[in-house]
């Protein structure tokens, strides 16, 4: 089945770049999603992109796919203490109605 | 404000018994969904509902069951027979298709916390 990989732990000083990375096994991917979860609470969403695309930018959010690779990477421009969380990665083939894959999560650890 | 609702936030149980956890959306979705999380192990696709009256198992449906009988509700019990139910519970839906290029955007809940005693 569809496996969905990402790094446990990430630790960035405030104000720099985080880049947050995951890569999946599903080929025929069709939808990538990045989600934030706050202690004890659901998930967010923050942003997903088309299979067919290279980039998506949003404010302080990059995401980049490297479709030849299965590569996914999430780059939180100027990291804030609010932007500690955990990032999961997620991937549907086709529409998603039958749900998403996740990863397991990336903490993001914000140092002063 | 329209949004999802689960209930309770925390949950206790003795071991061998049936608890059933609330899900509630006035969003007008379609599809619902649940999802357990455990530490470090990511979520994992329990049960989903693209229609009223109608639902399919995900990755680890057993020991647990659900119901759709209103589109705006979907109660997960967790049986007896589901041996380590000791986890966080999501409760996600979407209105399929209406997402940028008809992708499903889930839409989550705040959790239900399970521990068995």
């Known amino acids: 089945g569809e496996d969905v990989e990402q790094s446990l732990f990430l630790s960035v000083r405030e104000g720099d770049s985080s880049v947050i990375n995951c890569t999946y096994t599903?080929?025929?991917?069709?939808?990538l999603y990045w989600y934030k979860q706050e202690p004890g609470a659901g998930l967010q969403l923050l942003t997903y992109?088309?299979?067919?695309?290279d980039m998506k930018q949003d404010q302080r959010l990059t995401v980049l796919l490297n479709k030849k690779d299965k590569h996914l990477s999430l780059r939180i421009a100027d990291t804030q203490t609010g932007d500690s969380a955990i990032y999961f990665c997620a991937e549907t083939e086709g529409g998603g109605a039958d749900g998403l894959t996740f990863g397991k999560g990336t903490h993001l650890i914000i140092q002063p | 404000d329209g949004g999802i609702t689960q209930s309770p936030k925390y949950l206790f149980r003795k071991e061998g018994q049936n608890v059933t956890l609330s899900c509630e959306q006035n969003?007008?979705?379609?599809?619902m969904y649940w999802y357990r999380q455990d530490p470090g192990q990511g979520l994992r696709l329990i049960y989903y509902s693209q229609i009223v009256n109608d639902f399919q198992k995900g990755d680890i449906a057993e020991g647990y069951s659900v119901s759709r009988e209103k589109k705006e509700s979907f109660p997960l019990t967790v049986t007896s027979a589901q041996k380590n139910p000791t986890a966080f519970y999501l409760c996600?839906?979407?209105?399929?298709?209406?997402?940028?290029?008809?992708?499903?955007?889930?839409?989550f809940g705040a959790g239900s916390r399970l521990t068995v005693l």
């Open positions: 996600a839906s979407t209105e399929l298709g209406q997402g940028l290029w008809g992708a499903n955007v889930l839409t």
């Open positions: 992109i088309f299979s067919n695309m």
């Open positions: 969003l007008n979705h379609d599809a």
């Open positions: 599903d080929s025929s991917s069709t939808y």
